[in-house]
Nanobody, 127 residues
Framework: DLQLVESGGGSVQTGGSLRLSCVAS????????VGWFRQAPGKEREGVAA?????????WSQSGKGRFTISQDSSAKRTLYLQMNNLKTEDTAMYYC???????????????????WGQGTQVTVSS
């Protein structure tokens, strides 16, 4: 099965930046959607951003638009990044990357469309 491994989380102050990475064990991100999701304590998992196969189109949640950027490694195509700028306390959550086993998906932020999930990386933003 596909393995996804996230890294790059940590603790920052409001206004700071973090870059999360997600490395895939098998196929390249040219073939499938890949999404970033997050889950804060007591809240449902929500979509943050997604990128379509071959990087043709990106999607963002309203909360991340203008602050978060999703991109792929230009060479190996097995690493996905989420650049997060101007972080806010409400961005505190466990962040996951995920991929479906089919294309297309009905909605980029529907967690039920995604079959493979990483273990998550914690992001904590303090004021």
């Amino acid at each position: 099965d596909l393995q996804l491994v996230e890294s790059g989380g940590g603790s920052v102050q409001t206004g700071g930046s973090l870059r999360l990475s997600c490395v895939a064990s098998e196929y390249t991100y040219n073939d499938y959607y890949v999404g970033w999701f997050r889950q804060a304590p007591g809240k449902e998992r929500e979509g943050v951003a997604a990128i379509t196969p071959r990087g043709g189109k990106n999607y963002w949640s309203q909360s991340g638009k203008g602050r978060f950027t999703i991109s792929q490694d230009s060479s190996a195509k097995r690493t996905l990044y989420l650049q997060m700028n101007n972080l806010k306390t409400e961005d505190t959550a466990m962040y996951y990357c995920a991929a479906p086993d089919h294309y297309p998906v009905r909605r980029w932020n529907d967690i039920n469309e995604y079959n493979y999930w990483g273990q998550g990386t914690q992001v904590t933003v303090s004021s």
